[in-house]
Every structure is written in C-alpha cells, then in structure tokens.
C-alpha cells in the first residue's frame, strides 16, 4: 500500500482522549483509559485505637491526620506511626477554643477550620501555636468547606432558608454570591478540584453543582445506591469528601459502607470495611488518595490502587469525519492491557446523515446533560454494530510495551466491515470480573479508508459480492503487518529527531554524537541532552558549557566561580605606595624585601622574592561550582567528562539554608511588601514582624518568650 493513500486519526494524548465523553473511566498521565481504582480496607489505625467517637477527622498539609474525639484534637503522624493530643484546644463549652458537637476540620496552609455546630460558629486556629484567629458567629451551620484560594464556604440555615455564605482568608465576609434557591434540606458540601461547589441535599437526587455561584445542574443518581432513593438523614458534614482527582466519596454511617462517585457523579464502587457493619462518623483522605474512616470501633485505613471497581466503563469517541461520502473505514488498531478476566468490547457505526452528526454532537457538548444522560442518550440515537469482544491472550506477541504500572500493552487490530458512510463513531466498554485487575487503553488508531490488496488482483476476484468480501478480510491480514512496515520506513526521519524518537532508540540516536547517556535519566532529560548537543559541542570546556550540562541533569542553573575573575589585581606605582597610602593587612602568599617603601612589622620579610607569576599560581586554572544539594554524584562525573584537562573544580552542595546563602541557589527573594508604621503604632508593642502573613497575637494561653516571640 502506497501510505499517502491512506489516511488516520489518532488517540495519544490527554487532549485527544478528552475530545470523546468517558463514562466511568479514569484518564492515567500521559494519556489513555482505564477503569478506577477503589481504596480497598488496609487495617485499622492502631496507635488511634482509643478513639471510638471521631466526631471530626481530616487530613492537614503536611500529611497529618487530625481526629476530634470528645472535644480533644488528636494528631498522628502515619511515616512515625506516632500520636499527640493537642492541649490547646479541647473542652466542650461555649468559651473561645472550647467546643460543642464539631462536625468538620478543613485545613488550608496556615489555619485550622472547625465546625462548632453545638455553638453555632466556626473557629479558625493557627497551624503554627494553635492560637485562634477568627470566630465566626452562624445562625444555625450545617456544614463548611474551603477552596484552593482559601475561602472559606458555610451552609447556613436562617428561618426556613438555607444560605451559602462565603468567607476570604482573613474570616471576612465575601461578596460572592450563590444561586442557592435550588436548596431544600442541605447535609453535605465539598469543594472539587476545579473549584466547583458540591451539596448532598436530602430532597435531591444527586450532586448539586455550583460554578461560580451558579447552579449548574445535578449530578449523578442517589436511587441506584441509596435505600428508597434517598439520601439518609443522618448523613454528616464529614461524611462527604472530594479527593485531588475529583473523586467523591459519601458514606451511609450506619450500614459501615462508602460508596465512590466519579468527577460526574456516577457510582464507582462501593468500599467495605472487612468484618465491621457499624457507625461511621467521618471520612478523611490524603494527597496518595488513601482513605481514612472514623467509626465507633476506631479508625479505619483504605489503601489505594489495589483495587478496581467492576462497573462497566465506556468511551464514546466524538464524530470522526473522512471528508469521503460512503468511505469504508479500514481498521482499528490499539495497544490495550488485558489481564485474565478483563475484556474490551468494540462497537462502531458509520453514516453519511448530516442530521445525525448534528445530533450526536449536540449530545456531546450539552453542558446541561450529566455523561450518563448523555451515553443513554447515545445508545438510543446510535445503532451500533457489535461489539466485538477481545480479551487477554497467554501470549502478548511482539511489541509489547510495559507502563509504569506494570500493565503489559499488546497491539490489538479489529477491520471495520459493513456499514459505509463518511462519517464514524466508536464506543468502546472496559469490563472486568476481577477486582484485582482491569483493562487499558493507551493509544488508538484509525485507518481508512479501505485500500486493500484485492485491488492488484485480476477482477474476477471481484465479481461475486461474498468472495470478495472474505477474500478482501482474508488478504487484511498481510495487509495489517505489511502496512505497518511500510508505515515505519516511510518515517523513518522520526527517528532521528530527538522530538519524535521512541524511547528505545534514544541511546542509539545519542551514540550518533558521541553523548553517553545513563540509562536511569529520565525520558525527557535524554531528549533535551540529544537536542542541544551540537550547541554543548561547541561550549565544551567553557563555563557556558558546563552550566548549561549541570542545568539540565538537575533542572537548576549552578554558581560557576573563576577564582581568577574574583578580584582585580593591585599594582604599587607612583600614586600607590606601600606603607604610605596603602597597608598589608594579612601575611601575603610571598614575601617582601625590605625597601624604602616597606615597613617592618607590617608585612612578612623574607630573604628572596618570588617569581613574578607566583602570586597568581593559587588562583589560575582552579574554578567552584555551587548548586543546592542533590545528586552531587552525577555532576561530577560531568565535570570530569567536560572541564578543561589542566584545570581543578571544588563541587560545593548547599542545604536549603545555612551560613552560606545564594540567591537563586538556595535562597530566593520573595514577596517584598513594606511595613507602614502608623501614628498610634509601635514595633515590639502593639505590631509583631514575622515572616508569616498574619503576625502573632498574645491570646489567653500564650506567654511572651514561650510560644509567642518579638523578632
């Protein structure tokens, strides 16, 4: 097959695979689909054993998990596998720093957020010394969440109405302003990663969405999971969380179960606790996305990327156009992961209506629809053909390809037979029957259109309709293998481009120029090495040279000192004399002679003076490299590969701070803003100057000199 003949369109990256709609599937880094993964029950949280009532728990920035029990606040460490109580805060009362029924702990990366529903308020507490900040007064609060900015939202009922209220980092109020008529008996809210608003509402149905403060729709389906299709009256502030990738997670607190909800709201999963049907009063999760869930039996852990859930997934590619009315499509092929008792079933439909490209593309880009809505409303428009089912094989063949996860790629083809038309689409369903393992999808292909080998055939090859159609599906299978040839030497020249090279042929490619590459840099390091080395080539040796090397093995820029650049010389002459406008404060590398212009006692005396370039000897050839510590190891196999012969380095690596400070090494100059002292104000009296945002305060437990410093 001659290659500009055929044409494609491919499924690579993560902007491509986001121009389909995904149901039920989570997109890796780097681009493909696969099904989600479920926190799946670890154990319990011995070293919390004794709490049997978390009545608040989260997750701070550092990693910490933070329990309410009893008014208390306990703190454990999961990497030390210790626990702390908080003497600061604690007491069920109504006074400053005092608690009564706390239904939710927020954190942001200076202050601490309680719900004290029982008092009618929120406290903020500094992450620093536990002093509380702000208090804000609420009529009757039902739950609060904070965004990445920092500010602070709270579900407020006055009279018969529910209000989202919203507060800046300061605890002052913000003028933004919610559509919040779409509330009737508000339980739960979180915010997401992309910011939006999330409220669980005992009258609904499924997630009420806010964007900007405006009611976007609901989402998902609380019937399919709930008893009698609503949300349990019970359910708490803490009951509902959004992890970093948009995961929802809400639990029924007196089954002991939590289901997992994708970023649309559908379900994913439901997690159990092995052994356990109790209360639970409170979900917390991590940046690794573990799972952490107060019950009365004590804290229970949930590890992620073990399991995966069983609910089907499916993608939908968008409308593909060949520009070719009644085109054949030729074929598909993919590189997929399919462990034993996973499957992917492929279906697909091609028309040259106008009327259903304009249908099915309103479904895709209807904002208003939730992804289930929409893959009903597809399945209803599109009559598919298929599925064809693939499923592992007990030998991947050749080309495989290993992810970082282990999973092993195989390259998958499927020929698109029967219906013509110039336009496609494809929908493709991961399933698995083992939670332990699930289907993926890395890359995708789509060839058309059918340019098969029957065409060099002579033409009686072709006059009956059934032979030529097993005959043209029988010569595909050369075609396939042949094609593909055809297909890498006709771009061939990507293999010498540090651009488009595989990962394979780096090394190779690099060899070409002499460059050594070590095998455990990563991908793109390499790439960058091979793209500037006829520039490094020509600054080899030179400062320029090896700052740049070191700049891209470490991602950062390094200090080079020329010892013989440091100073400017001095030369005595007539306007300059020694021990007359000039002193020799320390002992010279030579001595002087005793002379006219000498003073004894001044300087050292020797009985011979050095050569003329002996000064400078200490100073020549000698050169120091300074850069943050790291992997001080392979800098100085570069030094020693690139430095000219006849000079000496000294490698120098600095902590993040220290007595040796360099700006832009290991210190940085940051957010300068002036100090305004006003009239009625005093330094050290009524201002204290911290390098924090909000400067300390001498509240009722603090001391000056013992939590509280003057700087």
């Known amino acids: 097959m001659i290659q500009e003949e055929s044409r494609s369109q491919i499924w690579r990256t993560g902007e491509q695979w986001d121009s389909g709609l995904a149901y039920r599937l989570e997109k890796p880094e780097g681009g493909g689909l696969t099904l989600y993964s479920i926190p799946t029950f670890d154990g319990w949280v ?11 728990l989260a997750v701070d920035p550092c990693g910490l998990i933070c329990v309410l029990d009893s008014c208390k606040l306990y703190r454990y460490d999961p990497n030390n596998k210790r626990t702390e109580t908080i003497p600061y805060i604690g007491g069920c009362g109504p006074e400053a720093g005092q608690l009564q029924d706390p239904a939710r702990i927020v954190f942001n990366t200076s202050l601490m957020w309680v719900l004290d529903s029982g008092n009618h308020r929120v406290q903020a507490f500094s992450m620093q010394d536990f002093q509380i900040r702000y208090i804000i007064g609420l009529k009757e609060p039902v739950d609060i969440g904070l965004d990445k900015q920092g500010y602070l939202y709270a579900i407020d009922k006055k009279g018969h109405t529910f209000k989202i209220l ?3 980092t300061d605890g002052r109020p913000a003028r933004k302003q919610f559509e919040d008529s779409f509330l009737k008996e508000p339980l739960a809210l979180a915010v997401g990663k ?4 999330y409220v669980i509402d ?6 009420i969405r806010f964007t900007n403060g405006k009611f976007t729709g609901i989402l998902g389906d609380f019937s399919k999971i709930f008893r009698r299709g609503r949300v349990p009256s019970d359910l708490g502030p803490a009951d509902f969380i959004i992890d970093r990738n948009g995961n929802m997670f809400v639990s029924e607190s007196r089954e002991g179960l939590v289901h997992q909800f994708d970023p ?8 159990t606790i092995i052994e356990f049907k109790g209360l639970i009063h409170g979900l917390a999760v991590d940046y690794r996305g573990n799972l952490y869930a107060g019950t009365d039996k004590g804290i229970a852990f949930f590890a992620t990327e073990e399991k995966y859930t069983t609910e089907k997934g ?9 520009g070719i009315r009644e085109c054949q499509w030729h074929r598909l092929s993919m590189l997929a992961a399919l462990p034993a008792r996973s499957v992917l079933e492929i279906s697909f439909y091609s028309s040259d209506m106008e009327d259903l490209k304009s249908d099915v593309d309103a479904i895709l880009s209807d904002s208003g629809k939730t992804s289930e809505q929409k893959v009903a409303m597809l399945d209803e428009k599109i009559p598919w053909i298929g599925p064809e089912r693939y499923s592992s094989s007990p030998d991947p063949g050749r080309n495989q390809d290993i992810a970082a996860t282990g999973d092993v790629y195989e390259p998958r083809s499927m020929l698109l037979k029967g219906k013509k038309g110039r336009y496609l689409w494809l929908k493709i369903t991961f399933l698995t029957f083992d939670d332990e393992v699930r289907p993926a999808v890395s890359q995708m292909k789509i060839v058309y259109p059918r340019i098969s080998y029957l065409r060099y055939l002579p033409a009686i090859y072709q006059e009956d309709a059934k032979s030529e159609e097993f005959l043209e599906r029988f010569l595909s299978l050369f075609e396939t293998v042949f094609s593909d040839l055809e297909n890498e030497i006709s771009h061939v020249f990507r293999y010498f481009d540090p651009d488009t090279s595989p990962q394979d042929f780096l090394n190779w490619l690099a060899s070409w120029m002499n460059m050594a590459l070590e095998e455990d840099w990563p991908q793109d390091m390499k790439r960058q090495f091979i793209r500037e080395a006829s520039s490094l080539y020509k600054q080899k040796g030179t400062p320029a040279g090896i700052e740049r090397l070191i700049e891209i093995y470490t991602g950062k820029k390094p200090l080079i000192i020329e010892h013989s650049r440091m100073g400017k010389l001095m030369v005595l002459g007539s306007g300059f004399r020694l021990g007359v406008n000039s002193l020799l404060i320390q002992t010279p590398i030579r001595g002087f002679r005793l002379g006219d212009d000498s003073i004894l006692g001044r300087a050292a005396l020797r009985d011979t003076a050095g050569e003329p370039e002996d000064p400078f000897l200490s100073l020549a050839h000698r050169f120091t490299v300074i850069l943050s510590a790291g992997d001080l190891k392979g800098v100085e196999r570069i030094l020693n590969d690139e ?3 006849h000079t000496v380095y000294d490698l120098r690596g600095l902590e993040g701070s220290g007595a040796e400070m360099y700006v832009g090494i290991n210190s940085r100059v940051g957010d300068y803003r002036p100090i305004c002292i006003e009239q009625e104000s005093a330094i050290g009296s009524g201002i204290l100057v911290t390098g924090e945002r909000h400067g300390s305060r001498i509240e009722r437990r603090s001391r000056l000199g013992t939590d509280v410093e003057l700087i």
């Open 46 to 56: 011995d070293e919390l054993g004794l709490i049997q009532n978390a009545q608040a």
């Open 314 to 322: 499916i993608y939908y590619t968008r409308t593909l156009d060949s």
């Open 202 to 207: 005992r009258k609904q149905k499924g997630f």
């Open 166 to 168: 919203t507060f800046d």
């Open 643 to 645: 430095k000219p012969a």
């Open 264 to 271: 649309d709201g559908n379900h994913t999963g439901t997690i």
């Open 194 to 197: 992309d910011g939006d608003l």
